[in-house]
């Protein structure tokens, strides 16, 4: 079987890169943020590959106030081979279903979160996944969500990130040094961010390794 790993960015995906680098049938791609990116590299891929399973991977931001940094969450869609038994496999690692709603920017303040729970009832926000499933329905590849909660639903992120990025939606960290620059009490914020999304990475490379590294 040939399970096709995706993730918006090479920090949600480098633990368990390493897990799966040498693991057969197992392939990771960096998508990049947003629909946009992720539909065209995964199209990209699926010119010259045919997996069995695409996981849409990383880091989702809180809308349910249950959900806590670090906490591993999944969605399966109607066309789910049940001989993977991936939802059973899922909640014996210790994943939790939930449900999602696909956003065009980065949720940064408890407002805005609160907003999208308010008008999609979802759990959490991520940016990549809906695009992902789009494609791999209309191919007839079964897909699922997996994510990692990197932000909890009650908290502001230190910066408003999507003025910090280029055109591509890619990090410009020439705008972030100059936002540091300008408010330097944020770095104690922005590097506790740093290490609870490094927890949270680890923990999603322990749940993916559970249910498709074994």
């Known amino acids: 079987m040939i399970t096709l790993v ?7 995906a480098a633990p368990f890169h390493k897990i799966a680098a040498r693991k057969p049938g197992i392939f990771t791609l960096i998508v990049g943020i947003g629909r946009q990116n992720a539909g065209n590299s995964i199209r990209d891929f699926l010119t010259a590959n045919t997996p069995d399973l695409v996981l849409t991977c990383g880091f989702a931001g809180g809308l349910n106030p249950e959900l806590q940094p670090g906490e591993v969450i999944f969605a399966t869609d109607g066309s789910l081979n049940p001989n993977y038994q991936l ?8 994943a939790k279903p939930a449900t999602f709603t696909c956003a065009d920017r980065i949720a940064t303040t408890v407002a805005e ?3 999208l729970r308010r008008q999609t009832s979802a759990d959490a926000v991520e940016m990549e996944s809906a695009e992902i499933h789009t494609v791999c329905d209309a191919r007839g590849i079964t897909c699922a969500t997996i994510r990692v909660i990197s932000d909890a639903a009650n908290e502001d992120l230190p910066l408003d990130f999507n003025t910090l990025s280029k055109p591509d939606k890619s990090l410009d960290f020439s705008k972030l040094a100059w936002a540091i620059a300008r408010s330097p009490r944020k770095i104690g914020a922005l590097l506790a961010l740093q290490k609870r999304t490094s927890f949270a990475a680890q923990r999603l490379a322990a749940v993916l390794q559970a249910v498709i590294c074994q």
Do not use: I, M, N, R
């Not at 995706?6 to 949600?12: G, S």
């Not at 939802?87 to 014996?92: C, H, R, S, Y």
């Open 113 to 115: 979160k609160q907003q």
């Open 6 to 12: 995706c993730f918006a960015l090479k920090e949600e």
């Open 87 to 94: 939802p059973a496999k899922l909640l014996a690692a210790g």
